[in-house]
T-cell receptor
Framework: GAVVSQHPSRVICKSGTSVKIECRSL??????MFWYRQFPKQSLMLMAT?????????EQGVEKDKFLINHASLTLSTLTVTSAHPEDSSFYIC??????????FGSGTQLSVL | QKEVEQDPGPLSVPEGAIVSLNCTYS??????FMWYRQYSRKGPELLMY????GNKEDGRFTAQVDKSSKYISLFIRDSQPSDSATYLC????????????FGDGTTLTVKP
């Protein structure tokens, strides 16, 4: 069945390095994917909408130069956290819609910046 | 004040109990209402999806929407230890579910 695969599930990096997170739609094409951030015991906060073949749309307050999104194909979107700092440590989740209103979520990536 | 309010719990019930989870909201433009289940350090999984007011049942789960009161509920019958998770409500103004507004989640533990 339709699945959204997210990789890696966990990453630990040093401050100042960049981290890339991949989100793939399996068995379906996703022209639009979404990236969220979730802090412990808090809700998902939409960071940006990733559009295949065009620029991502960022939510207010999200630095587009900090969180680079590339949606180069109908099945792959990537989020790159550039020059990561400890305050970027969080749980990042992607989602995609197979069609209609229902979202499929990736399994999430726990980023820890030392 | 948050657009969507959800009691964080934690909520602990014995196996077999009926669980009631609730959210209130302030945006009267919300038309689509969702409940997600999220296990620790995993992505959310859609449980129920409803449009406008009314009830929807799926197995042991029943979702209720009362738009006049801006109040939604999720009931779980015959709760099982495997139901232990965080439950997130979400709502949106249109069919673009990706831009839903999420509650903070209620953590549920079902004890054997």
């Amino acid at each position: 069945g339709a699945v959204v695969s997210q990789h890696p599930s966990r990453v630990i990096c040093k401050s100042g390095t960049s981290v890339k997170i991949e989100c793939r739609s399996l068995d379906f094409q996703a022209t639009t994917m979404f990236w969220y951030r979730q802090f412990p015991k808090q809700s998902l906060m939409l960071m940006a909408t990733s559009n295949e073949g065009s620029k991502a749309t960022y939510e207010q307050g999200v630095e587009k130069d900090k969180f680079l999104i590339n949606h180069a194909s109908l099945t792959l979107s990537t989020l790159t956290v550039t020059s990561a700092h400890p305050e970027d440590s969080s749980f990042y989740i992607c989602s995609a819609s197979r069609g209609g209103e229902k979202l499929l979520f990736g399994s999430g990536t726990q980023l820890s910046v030392l | 004040q948050k657009e969507v309010e959800q009691d964080p719990g934690p909520l602990s019930v014995p196996e077999g109990a009926i669980v009631s989870l609730n959210c209130t909201y302030s945006n009267s433009a919300f038309q689509y209402f969702m409940w997600y289940r999220q296990y620790s350090r995993k992505g959310p999984e859609l449980l129920m999806y409803t449009y406008s007011s009314g009830n929807k049942e799926d197995g042991r789960f029943t979702a209720q929407v009362d738009k006049s009161s801006k109040y939604i509920s999720l009931f779980i019958r015959d709760s099982q230890p495997s139901d232990s998770a965080t439950y997130l409500c979400a709502m949106s103004e249109n069919t673009n579910a990706g831009k839903s507004t999420f509650g903070d989640g209620t953590t549920l533990t079902v004890k054997p």
